[in-house]
């Protein structure tokens, strides 16, 4: 197993994204980037930790590749948008690979790279890190979507990314979902 951390706006929305593609084990949402240990949900939202709202995929490299994950991550969210997604405003919600090792670091400055190119007027203001620190939020973040499908934020923001993957990545989603 191998892991990626991407951070693009609300951690459940890229949760319930990724948790729909075959060869992902497991999809963890947490905090990452910042300067605070252990902050929480609240502390976070402030806007005064650093952190962002992040999820660590965890995968199996046999079944779906880093690239592969790095353009389900650039489908669900635009990574144009200056630290906000949709309704979501603040440092918190940017959009940000974190890499675990150089090679995730590569392929993501190619990707990054690459789709700059393909925005006539604007920049990919993505940024892109080596992960230091991992922080688990807290457990009620957990599977959000999943557990709160008809929350009025999962139907307007979460449920349209999940119907993008199972229709543009139908190729790439697990038969089990």
């Known amino acids: 197993m191998e892991r990626a951390t991407f951070g693009g706006g609300c951690f459940w929305c890229t949760e319930a994204a990724m948790k729909e593609l075959e060869g992902v ?9 910042g300067h605070i240990e ?8 402030s ?3 650093g952190h962002a709202e ?9 079944e779906i590749g880093y690239d592969d994950l790095l353009e389900v991550f650039f489908a669900t969210h635009d990574p144009t948008q200056l630290n906000r997604q949709g309704p979501d405003v603040g440092t918190q919600y940017r959009s940000i690979v974190l890499y ?9 400055e190619a990707y990054i790279e690459a789709l700059d190119e393909e925005y006539d007027d604007d920049d990919v203001v993505t940024e892109l890190e080596p ?10 973040h957990q599977d959000y979507f999943e557990k709160n499908p008809n929350d009025a934020y999962c139907t307007m923001h979460a449920a349209p990314k999940v119907e993008k993957v199972r229709e543009r990545f139908a190729d790439k989603v697990a038969a089990k979902r």
């Open 54 to 62: 992040v999820v660590q995929v965890e995968y199996d490299p046999a």
């Open 131 to 140: 992960l230091e620190t991992f922080y688990r939020a807290e457990e009620k």
């Open 100 to 108: 675990h090792d150089a090679a995730q670091q590569t392929q993501a």
């Open 25 to 33: 084990e497991s999809v963890t949402s947490g905090y990452a980037g």
């Open 47 to 49: 806007g005064e930790t």
């Open 38 to 45: 252990e902050p929480t949900y609240r502390e976070v939202c």
